[in-house]
Each structure stands twice: as C-alpha cells, then as structure tokens.
Nanobody, 123 residues
Framework: QVHLVESGGGSVQAGGSLRLSCAAS????????MGWFRQAPGKEREGVAA???????SYTGSVKGRFTISKDNAKKTLYLRMDSLKPEDTAMYYC?????????????????RGQGTQVTVSS
C-alpha cells in the first residue's frame, strides 16, 4: 500500500526558510515523478514543483529561485527547500506521487498524495 507522509512545516517570519520532507513507502523504487502542491484557505490547489527520476525539475513561476525540489532515491524521500518565504506562501503543502505528466502544474491532479503539512509565513 502506497503511503506518503509529509513533515517539516511550521511557522516562520517572512524571509525565513523551511525544508519539507515527504517519505514514500510501499514503492519498490521511488516513483518516476513526484512533486508538491499547495492549497491556501479559500483558494484552489496550486502546483509548486515537480521532479522526475532524472532529476529534471519544474517550478511554478512564483517560487522559481526561492524553492528547490530534490529527492533521495535510496531513502525514497522527497524534499522541498523553501527560502525567502513570503506571506503568500502560506498554505497546506502536499506531496504528490505518480504524477502523470511531470510538471509543477500537474501535481494537483495526482491521486497519490499525503495528508499535508502546514506552512505559515508571517509578515
């Protein structure tokens, strides 16, 4: 049974940093494409970043240059390093796996996702 568990969320001030982790279990190998999407209260899901098996990455425009997605294949763990955080980054962040088309925007369509971890950025 596939299971994704996020961790690393929290509350930070604007300009701060956080690193999210997503542990994937139930896979023989890390999925071909994994990523992160977020959802703020009252807003639609927004794809944040994606990475494929060859470490090719995709980011939504608002996080380019500030967020870095990476993975550890041996640990079957996905990461999202978030720097220069802004209040508008406040959201629940979800890990997604088995993304059909490996792009940030498509992470929102995955049926394999975790329970989420909250990120709150204060001004």
């Amino acid at each position: 049974q596939v299971h994704l568990v996020e961790s690393g969320g929290g509350s930070v001030q604007a300009g701060g940093s956080l690193r999210l982790s997503c542990a994937a279990s139930g896979y023989t190998v890390i999925p071909y494409c994994m990523g992160w999407f977020r959802q703020a209260p009252g807003k639609e899901r927004e794809g944040v970043a994606a990475i494929n098996r060859f470490d090719q990455t995709s980011y939504t425009g608002s996080v380019k240059g500030r967020f870095t997605i990476s993975k550890d294949n041996a640990k079957k763990t996905l990461y999202l390093r978030m720097d220069s955080l802004k209040p508008e980054d406040t959201a629940m962040y979800y890990c997604a796996a088995d993304v059909s088309v490996c792009s940030a925007s498509m992470t929102t369509t995955s049926n394999s996702r975790g329970q989420g971890t909250q990120v709150t950025v204060s001004s």
